[in-house]
C-alpha cells in the first residue's frame, strides 16, 4: 500500500489513546460510501480492528520502516 489515495487522513501518532479511536470513529461516522480513510499511527490498533469489522468496514494495515502503522479504512463492499 503505497502513497494510498485517501479522502481523510488522521495522524493520530501523538494522541494518547483512546484519541486516535474517537478520532478514527468520528470521521468515519462522515465517510461518504466511496469514500477512504487513512489513519497513520504509532502502533497496530487492534482494538480498531474489531469496531470495523462489527461496523462494516474494510481495511489494509502498512507497517512503514519509520515504525509508523497505517491503516487505510473503506466501506466494506458488499
Known amino acids: 500500500m503505497t502513497s494510498p489515495r485517501a479522502d481523510v487522513v488522521i495522524d493520530a501518532r501523538g494522541l494518547e489513546p483512546p484519541e486516535p479511536l474517537v478520532r478514527t470513529m468520528e470521521a468515519l461516522d462522515q465517510l461518504e460510501p466511496a469514500g477512504k480513510l487513512l489513519v497513520l499511527l504509532p502502533r ?12 462494516g468496514f ?4 502498512e507497517h512503514r520502516a519509520d515504525g509508523t502503522v497505517t491503516v487505510l479504512i473503506e466501506h466494506r463492499r458488499q
Not at 497496530?44 to 461496523?55: D, G, T, V
Not at 474494510?58 to 494495515?61: D, E, G, I, L, V
Request: aromatic share 18%; glycine share 0%.
Open 44 to 55: 497496530e490498533p487492534f482494538p480498531l480492528y474489531r469496531a470495523l469489522e462489527i461496523n
Open 58 to 61: 474494510s481495511w489494509q494495515t
